[in-house]
T-cell receptor, first 109, second 113 residues
């Protein structure tokens, strides 16, 4: 079983819609959770970090964490063509950051 | 804004040759990481340094890969000899501590022919 799993893509949404990305992790004692955005051919760029159960909002992005269900999600509101990228879920467990395979999002104009 | 620096950005080499990548972390970041990312997959940790010490190299293919961070600042990752399967993006990241947010450099894209 992979340590971090993301919903399979690609995900295509119309401009202005909400994109919903999901991630589950296997290590129950994980404490730190991150979402990175990666444009094609570029390196990962941090979007959000979340450490406590509940929601965390930053502009058009909302991260949700449910430690009991071992589940992290990212919502992108009012999706823009510039949001078209691969989104990586990452989890720190035992001092090691593990990544999911990523979900590719395409925002249709 | 402080950034992680990496060089070269692109490297093309022939199999059996030696290659080296360099990374300069964000100033003050004690922890430095090297990752390998194969197309379509998430980054995978190769080696983690805390200051000048290796704290995790469990996924580093030690028969051909080596990494050092002699003065606890910049770092070099070497592959000798390179194999076709080493073609990938090599990413360096740094953080203030081992459980802190990691920031990535631009990466080095390696192509082995």
């Amino acid at each position: 079983q992979k340590e971090v799993e993301q919903n399979s893509g690609p995900l295509s949404v119309p401009e202005g819609a909400i994109a919903s990305l999901n991630c589950t992790y296997s290590d129950r004692v994980s404490q730190s959770f991150f979402w990175y955005r990666q444009y094609s051919g570029k390196s990962p760029e941090l979007i959000m970090s979340i450490y406590s159960n509940g929601d965390k909002e930053d502009g058009r992005f909302t991260a949700q964490l449910n430690k009991a269900s071992q589940y992290v999600s990212l919502l992108i509101r009012d999706s823009q063509p510039s949001d078209s990228a691969t989104y990586l879920c990452a989890v720190i467990s035992d001092y090691k950051l593990s990544f999911g395979a990523g979900t590719t999002v395409t925002v249709r104009a | 804004e402080a950034e992680v620096a990496q060089s070269p950005r692109y490297k093309i080499t022939e199999k059996s040759q030696a290659v080296a990548f360099w990374c300069d972390p964000i100033s003050g970041h004690a922890t430095l990481y090297w990752y390998r990312q194969i197309l379509g997959q998430g980054p995978e940790l190769l080696v983690q340094f805390q200051d000048e010490s290796v704290v995790d190299d469990s996924q580093l293919p030690k028969d051909r890969f080596s990494a050092e961070r002699l003065k606890g600042v910049d770092s070099t990752l070497k592959i000798q000899p390179a194999e076709l399967g080493d073609s990938a993006m090599y990413l360096c990241a740094s953080s203030q501590g081992r459980r802190e947010t990691q920031y990535f450099g631009p990466g080095t894209r390696l192509l082995v022919l």
